[in-house]
């Protein structure tokens, strides 16, 4: 069957999905005012309309540390689904308290029993038990399709017209065009025309051995040890793994700093890696070509890796504000203001 038979064989339930999220929506509606639970700390939710792909782990970390610095004590708490998420915000903020809470406001409440002052909520928008000072939600260029689908048709959780709730839209992009990134500024504008909306972009940073990923316990420390930058990609042979959302958009992202990807291997988001997969890696790669994974997979793969044969490294991101740097401030602010407001003797 065709990938068009199959969008209509799944319309009728992605009419019904969305039937199901108008109704949860506008008893949230109702009672916002009076339902909601207050949050032991200010919370900022980093949030999106689909299922994974839009970059919310390296958004919601760079939160983090923007509150850090801001003089704030913030913990990160994320439902924690599946092995690696929780890992990798251990890596990309250490000395932050992460803590895995499928109920936001019992997370919230261990924060603060952790001395944390504020927090940041990974993937929330749609977790609206708990009040939050400020909601960003992502919306992905290189993820985007039109038109606009409800699961199980297509990616969304709810309809572009909910971005509506937002504080502030995030655009992230990693490889996508500056036309197809216009294209989803026009589709959110139309869609929440009074949210303001700021440009992200994910981009490759380091090159890092995963060898030095530590699985212990307690939390692993700061990857360190040998690393490169972009340039040792130029022109060189690799062989890609990814078990994300959009894994075309990361082969871009690679291929764009010069590397030839002699193969990649893509398996599903939050793929479990076994020992079993990691043969099959290591013999396409054979004795000489490296091979590239992302962070998110690296502390998967890192504990399973053998010493012997191809090297196994990974690609760090960082954030660049490339639009709207004055109205992700205005958040940050809000959560420092609130956190002072809290908490008397915060600085």
């Given at each position: 069957?065709?990938?068009?038979?199959?969008?209509?064989?799944?319309?009728?339930?992605?009419?019904?999905?969305?039937?199901?999220?108008?109704?949860?929506?506008?008893?949230?509606?109702?009672?916002?005012?009076?339902?909601?639970?207050?949050?032991?700390?200010?919370?900022?939710?980093?949030?999106?309309?689909?299922?994974?792909?839009?970059?919310?782990?390296?958004?919601?970390?760079?939160?983090?540390?923007?509150?850090?610095?801001?003089?704030?004590?913030?913990?990160?708490?994320?439902?924690?689904?599946?092995?690696?998420?929780?890992?990798?915000?251990?890596?990309?903020?250490?000395?932050?308290?992460?803590?895995?809470?499928?109920?936001?406001?019992?997370?919230?409440?261990?924060?603060?029993?952790?001395?944390?002052?504020?927090?940041?909520?990974?993937?929330?928008?749609?977790?609206?038990?708990?009040?939050?000072?400020?909601?960003?939600?992502?919306?992905?260029?290189?993820?985007?399709r039109?038109?606009?689908?409800?699961?199980?048709?297509g990616?969304?959780?709810?309809?572009?017209?909910?971005?509506?709730?937002?504080?502030?839209?995030?655009?992230?992009?990693?490889?996508?065009?500056?036309?197809?990134?216009?294209t989803?500024?026009?589709a959110?504008?139309r869609?929440?025309?009074?949210?303001p909306?700021?440009?992200?972009?994910?981009?490759?940073?380091?090159?890092?051995?995963?060898?030095?990923i530590?699985?212990?316990?307690?939390a692993?420390?700061?990857?360190?040890?040998?690393?490169?930058?972009?340039?040792?990609?130029?022109?060189?042979?690799?062989?890609?793994?990814?078990?994300?959302?959009?894994?075309?958009?990361?082969?871009?992202?690679?291929?764009?700093?010069g590397?030839?990807?002699?193969?990649h291997?893509?398996?599903?988001?939050?793929?479990?890696?076994?020992?079993?997969?990691?043969?099959?890696?290591?013999?396409?790669?054979?004795?000489?070509?490296?091979?590239?994974?992302?962070l998110?997979?690296?502390?998967?793969?890192?504990?399973?890796?053998?010493?012997?044969?191809?090297?196994?490294?990974?690609?760090?991101?960082?954030?660049?504000?490339?639009?709207?740097?004055?109205?992700?401030?205005?958040?940050?602010?809000?959560?420092?203001?609130?956190?002072?407001?809290?908490?008397?003797?915060?600085?």
């Amino acid at each position: 069957m065709g990938a068009r038979a199959v969008r209509v064989a799944v319309t009728p339930l992605s009419w019904l999905f969305g039937a199901v999220v108008a109704r949860r929506n506008a008893r949230f509606d109702a009672r916002a005012r009076g339902g909601v639970l207050p949050a032991a700390i200010p919370a900022l939710s980093v949030g999106n309309l689909t299922v994974g792909g839009t970059g919310k782990t390296p958004v919601a970390s760079w939160f983090v540390s923007r509150l850090r610095d801001g003089g704030a004590s913030p913990a990160l708490v994320l439902r924690g689904y599946g092995d690696d998420e929780w890992r990798v915000h251990e890596l990309l903020t250490p000395g932050v308290p992460v803590v895995v809470a499928p109920e936001r406001a019992a997370g919230l409440m261990t924060a603060h029993r952790k001395h944390c002052d504020c927090a940041v909520l990974d993937d929330a928008f749609q977790h609206r038990q708990v009040a939050r000072v400020a909601d960003i939600v992502l919306v992905s260029a290189d993820a985007w399709r039109e038109p606009v689908r409800l699961l199980p048709g297509g990616p969304f959780r709810e309809p572009l017209e909910s971005l509506n709730r937002a504080s502030v839209v995030v655009i992230t992009v990693k490889a996508a065009s500056a036309d197809t990134v216009q294209t989803v500024r026009a589709a959110i504008r139309r869609a929440a025309p009074s949210v303001p909306t700021a440009q992200v972009r994910l981009a490759p940073d380091t090159i890092r051995f995963a060898a030095t990923i530590s699985t212990g316990d307690p939390a692993p420390p700061v990857p360190h040890g040998v690393w490169h930058d972009l340039t040792w990609l130029r022109g060189r042979e690799i062989v890609l793994v990814s078990a994300i959302a959009e894994p075309d958009a990361f082969r871009r992202q690679v291929e764009g700093q010069g590397a030839i990807v002699r193969h990649h291997a893509a398996y599903p988001d939050h793929h479990a890696f076994t020992a079993r997969d990691v043969p099959d890696i290591v013999a396409r790669a054979g004795p000489s070509v490296d091979v590239l994974c992302t962070l998110k997979d690296a502390v998967k793969l890192a504990p399973l890796w053998p010493r012997a044969g191809a090297g196994l490294w990974y690609v760090s991101q960082t954030v660049v504000v490339e639009q709207g740097a004055e109205i992700l401030d205005q958040a940050i602010d809000r959560v420092l203001a609130a956190r002072r407001a809290t908490t008397p003797t915060a600085g």
